[in-house]
């Protein structure tokens, strides 16, 4: 009665034996972050945030969504781990001295870092991730904006509108870029040449006059010179207040 008692409440040889996939019944399989990570970064390389989601990541690591939730707590939280250290461990670029110099090297590294990361550029268009590792950039262009002369205020709007700036033409590029691998044929940067016609030229007189320009504009976009006019623009507000001021 004993050994049948004892059997019972599973005392025997079996008891606490784990099933063949060596994990107790009812746990998720076993996975790393870093594999999650780097499946999902791979995802968003191939196919864009679109395609990103816990289900398919889970099919992709052969779990189930569910067992993903052990390691993150969200489709938010996986974008932010996806993003972390990807800007810190880019080499920072040497700047110089000067204020105004030192906005300009900071702004086009950040161009610069994102320009062959398309997919990045869609996470950050998502408005509520960011990586961390990147805020020294910004940090560079608020202080090197107040030490030439604009107020708090004004260098926390310079740095918007010269992130405004960058993203933008990311944004667009990478839009082109899709656009050309779903497009059964070649389509052009801008609509604007082709929705003219010869009566436009009395309403819409320069659009007519230059429309033969506007493709050879726009496919030759010099970032470098838009951001030392827009820079220039942004010091101005200093209203002559001067350089190096703490």
């Not at 996975?31 to 398919?56: F, K, N, Q, Y």
């Not at 408005?127 to 708090?152: N, Q």
């Not at 310079?158 to 050309?180: E, N």
Request: charged share 25%; hydrophobic share 40%.
């Amino acid at each position: 009665m004993a050994e049948r008692a004892g059997a019972g409440r599973g005392a025997g040889p079996e008891a606490g034996r784990k099933p063949a996939t060596g994990r107790p019944v009812g746990r998720p399989a076993r996975l790393e972050r870093e594999t999650i990570v780097a499946t999902a970064r791979r995802v968003l390389e191939e196919e864009g945030v679109h395609a990103l989601s816990m289900r398919r990541l889970a099919k992709e690591v052969g779990s189930t969504p569910r067992a993903l939730y052990h390691h993150v707590r969200d489709k938010d939280e996986l974008l932010l781990l996806v993003l972390a250290g990807m800007a810190a461990s880019a080499p920072r670029p040497a700047l110089p001295d000067d204020p105004r110099d030192r906005i300009y090297v900071t702004a086009l590294h950040i161009h610069d870092l994102l320009q062959p990361l398309p997919w990045v550029v869609e996470v950050l268009g998502l408005g509520h991730v960011t990586d961390k590792g990147a805020m020294w950039m910004v940090e560079e262009i608020l202080d090197s904006a107040i030490r030439y002369g604009l107020t708090p205020r004004e260098a926390i709007r310079a740095y918007r509108a010269i992130w405004f700036y960058i993203y933008g033409d990311l944004a667009y590029h990478a839009a082109l870029s899709r656009r050309a691998t779903e497009a059964p044929r070649p389509t052009r940067h801008s609509p604007v040449p082709d929705m003219l016609t010869p009566e436009d030229a009395a309403t819409l007189p320069r659009l007519t006059t230059h429309a033969n320009l506007w493709a050879e504009v726009v496919d030759v976009c010099n970032v470098p010179e838009g951001l030392h006019a827009l820079i220039d623009g942004l010091l101005a507000r200093s209203g002559g207040r001067g350089t190096g001021r703490v």
